[in-house]
């Protein structure tokens, strides 16, 4: 793991900076101070992630960015007197006190308030004095304030906090109701004017106390009681489209509206849940047999694909070919539903003429020894000249075709890119002859390319970061349109790959803070409103998972989804199983109430419960992300297929061996 001061030199530059705050006294102030200090022992390793954590009381240390956006609004004079409310952990007051010349800072809760100061002794920020009150009320002893900071959420901005401001100064505050507030910069003006700011929509603990809330969530100064509005799950249950089970017709049917576009990407919200790849399946067919769709394009691996691909489109077994889908996780492809689809996929195929067959492609980038090897195998069937000069270019990767991630290793030491020259050099003749040739050249050129990819992938992903995961979306994004012009002008695609590739990257953390794109991006930006990004989600079941990479595939029970969650709220919506529409101009209240970031559970093929905020969840904006969402409350662990050996003497029973 990384030292703490270059995590927080990257939370600075990713989660602070990169999202617009640029103030140079904010970002050093962020520089200093140690948060892993201001953290439980136990969380220390997520210090630095763009999230806030617990810490202890029910409370929470705030998200860096939320405290330096707050800071920053507050434009604290250089020297000047600073008072917050909700000290919690004592982490916004260190870091104001590096900008400040004093900082007050109040916590209700006695603990929390002790731990804090014992914290910031030890640190030996002087500065700061930590005072365990009602912060409602502010400090009138020491007011007036140059700034004034509240981490805590009322249903108003407390009067006797207007009151401490100095004339000019600002009160930082979020107001509005216990799930979601507006965060407020109010500024004096004058002895009894007040100017107002919405900084956008944040989520904090309440704000408990004379001029906030009781204990109990009710409003505390005030009895006038609000007209009830429309609940966020009460509104998405009214515009919801309830599903009937997945076998049922009606259930692919509802997905027609879809039916017209080029491109319809189908996610998961895992990549072990029976639900979320039954439903694709479901869809799958429906398009192929009826909407003329003749690409299923998935997060596989192209040789692999390519087996099931010949099965499907009625194609004889390629002699030698390694069998499919023996690497980790071998159950994202080898499972119940996609024999099923397959079966189904070859069935429909009977009888078309061979350009309007559907066909199953892989679009990742993993078995580079396997696109190696079909290389080979072509290039020796129709042109074993081009087979010679292919191996001796591949003979470069040799030593590391077992484990390719050695071979980064090996190239970083070095400080030079071995085999790069030579891969490139074979897939660029390839795709060359693939502009001119039929046939089984398209996929010889396919695979030329994986392994060029491939070579860089695992030459970068030493260097970790967003440059190896954004390579491999761009490859599997590049597939697919060579796929899209390989099968002509009308063709149409279905992508099947996790939320994490098909949900438009840049309405979650991956695209904001970690600078990472995806799929359902790049064909966005790529074909607009051709393209539909189908979400799907879940609140609790079981699931087909790893606990560590490589590992055995277990049932693991997925924990019911958090409160602070796009799952929690489409959960209390009472609907079980529905399809919500948010294509813009269908249920725009509804998506912009949906627009404030919440968290999104994302679990790949490792899932671990005992930490799963801080390893599944990641903040999203949904409706941004989606086209449209798909929601199983609850869902059942995917079920694999054995990998059994084929019989000597018998052959390999197509394309799955069981
Ligand atoms: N700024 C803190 C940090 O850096 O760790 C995080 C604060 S946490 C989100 C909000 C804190 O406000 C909680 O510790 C809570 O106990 C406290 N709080 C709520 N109402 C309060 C009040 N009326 N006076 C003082 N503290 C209050």
Redo the contacts with the bound molecule.
């Keep these: 793991m990384a030292e703490p001061q270059e995590l927080r030199e990257r939370m600075v530059e990713r989660q602070i900076r990169r999202r617009g705050i640029e103030s140079l006294s904010v970002l050093t102030a962020f520089r200093t101070v140690p948060r892993e200090a ?1 953290v439980p022992e136990s969380l220390r390793e997520f210090a630095y992630e763009d999230g ?1 954590l617990p ?1 202890g ?1 029910g ?4 998200q860096p960015y939320i ?1 330096a956006l707050m800071i920053d609004a507050a434009e604290i004079p250089p020297g000047g007197r600073v008072l ?10 260190a870091v104001m006190s590096r900008i400040a010349g004093e900082v007050f800072a ?4 006695e603990a ?1 308030a002790r731990s804090a100061a014992e914290r910031i002794d030890t640190l030996g920020y002087d500065n700061v004095s930590i005072i365990c ?4 009320l502010g400090l009138p002893d020491e007011a007036p304030f140059d700034a004034i900071l509240v ?2 959420g009322g249903d108003k901005v407390p009067e006797p906090l207007k009151r401490q401001l100095k004339l000019g100064a600002r009160l930082v505050v979020p107001v509005g109701g216990e799930d979601m507030q507006s965060l407020l910069c109010v500024t004096r003006t004058g002895e009894h004017r007040w100017d107002e700011q919405n900084l956008g929509g944040v989520r ?6 004379a001029h ?1 809330r009781y204990e109990d969530g009710s409003r505390a100064a005030s009895n006038h009681q609000p007209a009830r509005a429309k609940s966020l799950p009460e509104m998405i249950s009214d515009a919801a489209e309830p599903l009937p089970g997945i076998d049922d017709e009606a259930f692919a049917a509802a997905f027609d509206r879809f039916a017209d576009r080029k491109i319809v990407l189908l996610g998961e919200a895992s990549h072990g849940t029976h639900e979320f790849y039954a439903a694709r399946a479901a869809i799958t067919r429906r398009f192929v047999e009826k909407h003329g769709f003749t690409i299923v394009a998935a997060e596989a691996d192209w040789p692999d694909a390519a087996v099931l691909d010949r099965h499907i489109r009625h194609q004889h077994p390629r002699t030698g070919a390694p069998r499919p889908f023996q690497r980790f996780p071998t159950w994202m492809w080898r499972n119940s539903v996609i024999a099923g689809l397959m079966h189904d996929l070859h069935a429909l195929n009977r009888g078309r003429a061979p350009d309007e067959m559907a066909g199953f492609y892989g679009l990742d980038i993993y078995n580079m020894s396997g696109s190696i090897e079909a290389v080979l195998a072509y290039l020796d069937a129709h042109d074993p000249e081009a087979a010679q000069v292919a191996r001796e270019r591949y003979g470069c990767l040799t030593p590391w075709q077992a484990e390719p991630a050695t071979y980064g290793r090996s190239a970083l030491t070095k400080g030079y890119a071995e085999c790069e020259q030579q891969v490139i050099a074979e897939c660029r003749d390839l795709l060359q002859r693939a502009l001119h040739e039929d046939g089984g050249m398209f996929a010889a050129a396919m695979n030329a390319r994986l392994v060029a990819s491939a070579e860089r992938y695992y030459r970068i992903m030493y260097y970790g970061g967003a440059e190896s995961w954004n390579l491999r979306d761009s490859h599997m994004a590049e597939t697919l349109e060579h796929l899209l012009e390989h099968r002509g002008p009308n063709a149409k695609a279905l992508v099947w790959a996790h939320n994490s590739h098909i949900g438009d990257a840049e309405a979650t953390e991956m695209g904001s803070v970690r600078g990472e794109h995806n799929i359902g991006q790049l064909v966005r930006a790529r074909w607009g409103e051709q393209v539909a990004l189908v979400g799907f989600g879940t609140h609790t079941g079981t699931v087909t998972a790893a606990t560590d990479w490589d590992g055995d595939h277990e049932t693991k029970r997925v924990v019911p989804s958090r409160g602070d969650s796009y799952e929690r709220v489409c959960h209390d919506s009472g609907v079980p199983r529905f399809l919500l529409d948010l294509t813009p101009g269908r249920h725009d209240a509804l998506r912009r109430r949906l627009g404030d970031p919440r968290l999104e559970r994302f679990i790949g093929v490792i899932y671990r419960p005992e930490t799963e905020r801080w390893s599944h969840y990641s903040e999203a904006v949904l409706p941004r992300q989606f086209d449209a969402y798909v929601w199983f409350d609850e869902t059942r662990a995917l079920q694999p297929l054995t990998p059994t050996e084929p019989h000597e003497g018998v052959p390999d029973t197509f394309p799955f061996g069981e």
């Design positions: 201001f806030p810490i009381a409370q929470t240390i705030s405290v917050e409310v909700g000290a919690g952990s004592g982490y916004a007051a109040i916590e209700r809760h929390l009150a009602d912060g409602s981490a805590a904090f603990v309440p704000l408990i106390g906030g």
